[in-house]
């Protein structure tokens, strides 16, 4: 079954600290992205990639970087994470034509102390 | 500037009851609208979408109502069930990829 799959599922880190968050997805997409979630917020987009080796900023990409190293991956880097960043965390997948609505992970919970 | 907004932040209904979530928008070029529902703990699921070339669209007892003269929609959920209650989240998309969501209406049903 086609999926998006983000480890880990939670995360606790010192501020300052670098984080990695890690999505793969078997639905054969070619758009990825990430978005944050808090409370009272909606869902935000901060990076999202249409093709391997390529990102695109999204509407909140200051303090995250990310990468796409193949079609399946998609990661999420905090260089220096912050309290501000403490969130839930979403990966999702579509196939990037016909506006086709994206199919979302599970998320990750990271706590930054 | 939020380009979708929805309402009411929160809604009880009883069972069996109509549920009515309420999502406007301020893009006019806006021209695909999918529904998301999402349990606590998971993550958002698609449940239901709309292009702006149609005025309904239903699925079991689930349907969008939509008004492109007024930048509205709603979402009815009819005969609701305890197993609704979620938080369910408008989206809006121009068709270059990038969706913006509202904030989310938290929907309890009461049996």
């Known amino acids: 079954e086609a999926a998006v799959t983000q480890s880990p599922r939670s995360k606790v880190a010192v501020t300052g600290g670098k984080v990695t968050l890690s999505c793969h997805q078997t639905?054969?997409?070619?758009?990825m992205y990430w978005y944050r979630q808090d409370t009272g917020h909606g869902l935000r987009l901060i990076h999202y990639?249409?093709?391997?080796?390529?990102?695109e900023k999204g509407d909140i990409p200051d303090g995250y970087k990310a990468s796409r190293p193949s079609q399946e991956n998609f990661s999420l880097i905090l260089e220096l994470a912050s309290l501000s960043q403490t969130a839930v965390y979403f990966c999702?997948?579509?196939?990037?034509?016909?506006?086709?609505?994206?199919?979302f992970g599970e998320g990750t919970r990271l706590s930054v102390l | 500037q939020q380009q979708v907004r929805q309402s009411p932040q929160s809604l009880t209904v009883w069972e069996g009851e109509t549920a009515i979530l309420n999502c406007s928008y301020e893009?006019?070029?806006?021209?695909?609208f999918p529904w998301y529902q999402q349990f606590p703990g998971e993550g958002p699921a698609l449940l239901i979408s709309i292009r702006s070339v149609s005025d309904k669209k239903e699925d079991g007892r689930f349907t969008i109502f939509f008004n492109k003269r007024e930048k509205k929609l709603s979402l009815h959920i009819t005969d609701s069930q305890p197993g609704d209650s979620a938080t369910y989240f408008c989206a809006a998309s121009t068709g270059y990829q990038n969706f913006y969501f509202g904030k989310g209406t938290s929907l309890t049903v009461i049996p």
């Open positions: 990639s249409y093709v391997a080796d390529s990102t």
């Open positions: 999702a997948s579509s196939e990037g034509n016909n506006n086709q609505a994206p199919l």
């Open positions: 893009d006019s070029t806006f021209n695909y």
């Open positions: 639905n054969n997409h070619d758009y």
